[in-house]
Structures are given as C-alpha cells and as structure tokens.
C-alpha cells in the first residue's frame, strides 16, 4: 500500500489533509487495509508491515479487548489508547474513527485476544482512523498549570523572600501596564510608592516572616486608570517540604462591583439620614447638593419652580413650556463654587427647547454628553450670559438632569456635571442620582408647605398684632414679637396698647397654648375681646374675669373641639391700667409672669402681682395690684418664651432678664433688641413677645380740678371756671363747646347724684372734661320727643365731643367727653 491507496480517501469533516497524517484505514472486521505515511512515521510500521493486520495487534498488550471494539462500533467516536511501536516503545495516541462506506454483510471481530461476532449494520464498513500523539504527561501537567497561572480572571504573582516578583500571570501585567518580564526583580513598593502600597507590603512582609496566610483589602486607582478599584488581596507562604517559607503568592481579586454597589448603598444611606433635617427649604435643598458632591459629582446645582415660592400649588404631572426656576443651592468640589453663574435666590427664564425645561416637561431623567455637542450652549445656558463660557472653561463633558418630583407634581430640577472626574455618567449614576433626588423631593414638598403654612400663620400674626402704636401722653412703649424657629410653626403670643379715658392707657400681654393658624387665629380672637372690654373702661381684675367667662364660654365653643381649640390647654394674660395724672397703675393677672419694673434709679424688681388662674378655667377670682410708679418707670410686660427655653428654667430666666433690665439703653427700642439677642436662642423653642412702656406724667398746669356741692348754683361756677381755664390754656375757641359739655355733665350729675360734684378738664392732644359723682347709675342717651323737656343733654354732648363714656371710680362714676383739639 502506498500513499496513492490513502490519498484516494475522503477525510471526513473536521480532518484535514489524512493523507499527511498519521491515518490509516480498517475494513469491517477491523484489518488495516490502508496505511498513511505519516502512520508509519508516528509508529515505525511501514505498509506492507500492517497489511491485514488488525488493529487490536497495534495496541498496547495491556489495553482492554473491549477497547478495539469500542474503535469500530460507531462513527465519529474519539478514544485515548496508547499503542506499541514498531521498536516496541509505547506512546499515547487519540484516535478519531469516521466511517467511510457501509459494510457488505456481517462478520466477526477477529484479532488478538478478540472474537466478536459483528452485524454489518451496526460496525458498517471500512472506516479512517486518524491519530494524533498526546504529549507527555508531566509535559501536559507543567502545561496546564502555565494555561491555569496566566487565563485566571485574577492577579496572580510570585514573590521570593525579599518580595521580589519572580512570577506574575497576565492579568497582573494588564493591571499593571507593564509587561510581565519587566516586573520580574521588582518590588510592589517600586510600582506602587504609596499608602497602599505600603499597606499591602507591610501584609506581604508579615505573611513571610510569620507563615500565615494574610488578606487585606485596599481601595486604589493606579496612575493609567479612570477610576477607583477596590482590591481583595490573599498572601500566602509558599513553603518546602521542610515547611520553610521559600516566597509568596499573592492572589489579587477586584471587587469593585461589589465596592461599587456599598459605597451606592451607604450614599442612598446617607441622604436619608442627612436630607430633611430641618424644614427649611434652603437647609434641605443644600443638604441635597452637598451629599452628591463630591461623591457622585463635581458640581451641582438645584432649582425649584419659582411659583412655588409665590404660594402656588405645584400642578400635578409635568411641567410645560418656557420655566422660571430660582436657584436654591448650587456646591462644587472647587472652593468658591466658580462654575455658578447664578447665586443663590436668583432666578432665570429656561426656554422650552433647553435641557432643563424639556427635563421638567417630559418628567424624565437624562443623560447629556457635552463633548462635541455645539447646540448644548444654547439648549443649557438660558438668558443668563456666560454660562456656555464657563462651561467650556471648566471643561464639563457629561451631565445629568433629574426632575425632582414629590406626590405626583414636579417641583424642579436637579443638574449635576463632571469636569474634574474623568468618567462619564452612566446608568448606574443616573440610577443613583434619582433614588437620591426621589428621597430628597418629598422633604422639599414638606419644607414647602411648612413655608406656606409659616407664610400664612405669620401674615395673619402680623395682622392681629398692633404694626404701630399712636403717640400716647401717658407713656412711651415698644413691643416686639419673634415667632419660634420650629417645626410647631407660629404661637399665639400677643401685645397690644389700648388708649383709655383721660390720657389712661393700658398694656396687655397674652399667650395661648399651641402653635399654627389655629393659634394665630385664637389670639386674633382673644385681642379682639380684650380691646372690647377696655372699652367698657372695666377695672383690670373685672375685665379678666369678664374674659374668663367668655372663653369658657361661647368663645370656647366658637374655637373647636379638636380641631383649633387652643384654648382648651389654656391662655394667659396680663392686663395693666396707667393713669398719668395720678401715677396709678393696676394690674391683674390670669397665669402670666409677673412683670419687671425699672425705677428710675436703675433698680429693678419683679412686681407682686397675684398669679390667679389661666383663661378659661373659670370659677376663681382675680385680685388686682395697685402701685404709684415713679415718674420715668420702665415697665416689662412679656411672655414665658422670653424667659424659658430648654437650657434654662423660670428661676434662671428671671434673674438674666433683671441684670439686663438693670443695664440702661439709649432707647427702648435698644433694649428690647437687647433683651431678645441676650435671652432668645439662635433657634427658639417657643415664641416670645415683649412690651416694654416708659411711664410720664402730665404736668401739673395741663389739669384743673374743682370741686362743687351738688346745688343749681355749681353749674354756672362750673362753666366760669371752665372758661376762664380754657382762656388760660388759649383755647378760645373751645369755650362755647366746652361750656355746653361742662353744662350738661354738671347739670346730669346734680340730678341724678349725691354728694359733691367733681370737674376736671385735661389738655393734651385733645381735650377732657369729666365729671365724676357719688352714684353708680349710669346714663344713656335716648330719643326725646318734641315736648318732653329733658333727654337732649347727652344727644348735645355727643354731638360737640369726638367720644363720650362713662367708668367707674372709687367715689362712684365719671362721665367723660373727648372733644378734638389742636396742639398748643
């Protein structure tokens, strides 16, 4: 057989040129019909050696008879034998056998050792055995452990004792940028002179010296990579047989995916703890910027709707057309926050073909590479000039636009932009920037409708309160009222000044329990009550005990229950009554501090005035307190938020405001500034008002006082006197007004009453004339009739007099008219 027999063969699939291999053919019963040159040069056979020969002869004499069987039972079958040679030497041979034609009847399997009958349809007919020699095994083990050393996915090095790499696999020369032989000789600290390196030497130094394995994990982006890997690193002794360490084998495993997804985890942590600490929509928008600078970011900016802050409802869904956002926050990893163009509280008109108003209008997130991207200047830098500028300046290459959305409704937009770090946002980073961006949107919807609640609570408060107060002869005052900066919104602390008759004047503090609208509108009510009684010119223990009984009552009913019923955990007050004449003041007390008094002298002390029971208890009585202040006395009037705070008790709170009082100011309104800055904390707990009133006194030549015996007589005196008082005073013209009031009041009171007749004119802004008696029967004025020849007196009196009334004295009563003047 030559080489001509074997090359008309047609190799199977797979086979190439079998003519040039160690091939040969066998018939049906397995005889070699054909022999390839290459056969004989692999086994030393030539062809006509191993003519008829079977194929079992050509194995080894301890392989299995089965094996040859196996060779010829089917088709395409692989099977690792060793053979013997020509001279008798073995070899390891993989045989592929592929039939070639179909066999021509049965037969038996026959050679040595072997008799097996064969069904032709089962062996079928002559078949191509191709051999090819398998390398020897301590080769091929030495093989796979330089195939294993250099394909695993991992950094794998050898090091000798002095941490010299005698070794290192692919992946380390990949990792490194360094060809593998040129690693060899070196140490990690000579590749890596840094912290790590000398973390991780120092891990290899102990594993050497000790023998125990080591494991250190290392976070470290090398000198040619875009970012930060996080590396788990195993050191283990390679040791002899002796158990002396002869180097090292470090195992290098990248775990960044999993650093990736803690450090995503612990950022989404760290927003929910930080972000809505407060709810103050400034603080939480900052608190947003600052959590993804610098750990997802390098600069960002957040932007709110700017209707949002002129009390509108943010709508539901997305946001349409052209959109005037107010810059909230804006923090970069630069010191001084260069790339912002807008400040904080600024606002710009984004047109709707820009990135951010077509973010707000889809409602959707976006990724936007800047690098080559012309039209990025005019769809980002809206109508503030220079931002393309400094974009292009800074070098931003990629940025993201997140909507930030809250109960359905879209309140602005977040914009984040790298320069410094060199990757460029992916999905993952978007991913992240929502979730953060999510948890932050419902913290600003909250601090907004805290600020529109605030807003509200502290517009009605403004409105309930006096805004100034009419220039009084009695005394000079200031008030002054801080709401709390907390979550609990506006109290219901309160002042007022209420002028009386005569020149009097009274000073009145209140506090009711709670805080929101409900107790801004509660305090509004109280007010309201307050300045209603006054006018009834009632004793100042009589109006609390009137005012007691109208919020245990129907004004209780009219606050809620519930819902807006403040006053079913109480109120407060004080209520004060100064006369400038006679230096008198009254004071009664509903639970409220005692008020501080500064003579003039500079000592200060805290008025003994009965404490009595908070508004709306009812039952108890009320005591009053009487005092002849001092020409030039200060007198405090104010809440418990002035004095308490949560570092500091009544006791203590008392003590500092008395050594401040005993400090004098320029002005009241020195002090009152004062006292808040020295008492109040950065941040109060609770709200704090604070009346502070300079006592005068009218001087003696702007009063005149007679006294007259209740006889016809005394109402002519009266007016004489009267009028030549007037003539003094130069008010002429006052005199036929004054005359017909001083006639009537006089001629009523010797009438109705007993006892003397007293008459007192007082000139100030206007003038007063009063008329006091023994009886405590009131008049009123009613409708005469054309012939009755009485009840026109007072109709006269209220007819020339800008007001007219009546209260109560220790004599009796006093009848007084108020009738407009000019200074003189």
Not at 609 to 618: H, I, S, T
Request: negative net charge; proline residues 6%.
């Amino acid at each position: 057989m030559d080489q001509r027999d074997v090359a008309g063969v047609v190799a199977p699939a797979g086979v190439e040129r079998a003519e040039f291999s160690a091939a040969f053919t066998v018939d049906a019963c397995g005889h070699v019909i054909r022999w390839s040159p290459g056969a004989q040069s692999l086994l030393g056979y030539r062809a006509e050696d191993v003519a008829g020969l079977h194929v079992a002869e050509l194995l080894d004499p301890s392989t299995p008879p089965y094996i040859a069987a196996l060779l010829l039972s089917g088709s395409d079958t692989v099977q690792n034998v060793v053979m013997r040679r020509r001279d008798y030497s073995k070899v390891a041979i993989e045989l592929l056998v592929h039939a070639l034609g179909s066999g021509t009847g049965g037969g038996t399997l026959t050679g040595r050792g072997i008799d097996t009958p064969i069904d032709a349809g089962t062996v079928g007919g002559t078949r191509l055995v191709v051999a090819t020699e398998l390398p020897n095994q301590r080769d091929l083990d030495s093989a796979l452990l330089g195939w294993a050393f250099d394909q695993v996915p991992f950094v794998a090095a050898i090091t000798d004792r002095d941490l010299r790499y005698v070794h290192a696999n692919k992946a380390g020369s990949r990792i490194w940028g360094i060809p593998a032989n040129a690693l060899l000789g070196r140490r990690l600290l000579e590749l890596l002179p840094t912290d790590v390196g000398e973390a991780v030497s120092a891990d290899m130094r102990q594993a050497v010296d000790t023998g125990r394995p080591g494991v250190i994990r290392v976070t470290n982006k090398l000198p040619h990579e875009a970012r930060r890997h996080e590396w788990i690193i195993h050191n283990t002794p390679i040791k002899d047989g002796s158990g002396r360490v002869r180097g090292l084998y470090t195992l290098g495993i990248d775990n960044t995916g999993e650093y990736e997804a803690r450090r995503r985890l612990a950022l989404v942590s760290e927003a929910s703890g930080v972000i809505g600490s407060t709810l103050d929509i400034e603080r939480t928008t900052e608190e947003l910027a600052q959590v993804l600078v610098p750990a997802l970011t390098d600069f960002v900016t957040i932007d709110l709707l700017d209707s949002l802050f002129e009390g509108q409802e943010p709508r539901p869904g997305a946001a349409d057309g052209s959109a005037t956002l107010r810059r909230m926050a804006a923090v970069s990893i630069v010191p001084g926050c260069p790339e912002t163009v807008l400040q904080p509280g600024e606002t710009d008109v984004y047109a709707d073909y820009s990135h951010v108003a077509q973010t707000l209008a889809s409602g959707t997130s976006r990724i936007v590479g800047l690098q080559g991207d012309h039209t990025y200047a005019q769809r980002w830098a809206g109508s503030v000039p220079g931002r393309s500028r400094v974009a292009k300046a800074f070098g931003f290459h990629s940025s993201i636009l997140v909507p930030i959305k809250a109960r359905g409704a879209t309140l602005g937009v977040a914009t984040l932009h790298r320069h410094q770090t060199p990757e460029d946002f992916d999905a993952d980073d978007l991913l992240l920037a929502e979730e953060i961006t999510g948890r932050a949107g419902v913290c600003m919807d909250n601090a907004l409708r805290y600020m529109w609640q605030r807003s509200t609570a502290l517009t009605l408060q403004h409105n309930l309160l006096p805004q100034d107060f009419p220039r009084q002869a009695a005394i000079e005052v200031v008030g002054r009222y801080l709401p709390a900066d907390t979550r609990a919104g506006v109290g219901g602390d309160w002042f007022d000044v209420i002028p009386l008759s005569g020149t009097r004047v009274a000073l009145t503090v209140g506090d009711v329990v709670g805080h929101g609208i409900h107790a801004s509108a509660t305090m509004g009510r109280l007010r309201t009550a307050v300045r209603t009684l006054a006018d009834l010119e009632l004793s100042p223990d009589e109006l609390l005990t009137r005012l007691d009984d109208i919020i245990a009552g129907p004004f209780a009913a009219g606050a809620g229950a519930g819902e807006g019923g403040d006053l079913d955990t109480g109120a407060t007050c004080i209520y004060a009554v100064y006369d400038p004449v006679s230096r008198d003041c009254t004071i009664a007390s509903a639970g409220h501090p005692p008020p501080a008094l500064v003579r003039p002298d500079g000592t200060v002390e805290f008025l003994n005035v009965p404490p009595g029971p908070p508004l709306g208890l009812g039952g108890l009585p009320f005591e009053k307190f009487e005092s002849r202040l001092p020409e030039g006395s200060l007198l405090a009037l104010y809440t418990d938020g002035l004095i308490e705070s949560r570092t500091r008790d009544v006791d203590q709170g008392c003590t500092a405001l008395r050594a401040l009082l005993a400090r004098p100011e320029n002005s009241l309104e020195a002090m009152c500034q004062k006292l808040f800055r020295e008492l109040l904390p950065s941040t109060p707990t609770d709200d704090a008002a604070l009346l502070l009133a300079r006592t005068h006194v009218l001087h003696p030549d702007h009063v005149a006082t007679w006294e007259f015996p209740a006889v016809p007589e005394a109402v002519a005196k009266a007016r004489e006197l009267a009028s030549r008082q007037l003539a003094q005073w130069g008010l002429e013209d006052a005199a036929f007004a004054t005359e017909v009031i001083v006639s009537e009041l006089v001629t009523n009171a010797m009438k109705h009453a007993e006892g003397p007749i007293q008459l007192r004119l007082i000139r100030e802004d206007s003038l007063i004339c009063e008329v006091g008696d023994a009886s405590n029967t009131y008049p009123h004025m009613r409708r005469a009739r054309t012939f009755d020849e009485g009840g026109r007196g007072l109709l006269l009196v209220a007819q020339l007099s800008r007001r007219w009334g009546t209260r109560s004295s220790e004599r009796g009563k006093i009848i007084w008219a108020d009738q407009p003047i000019g200074v003189h």
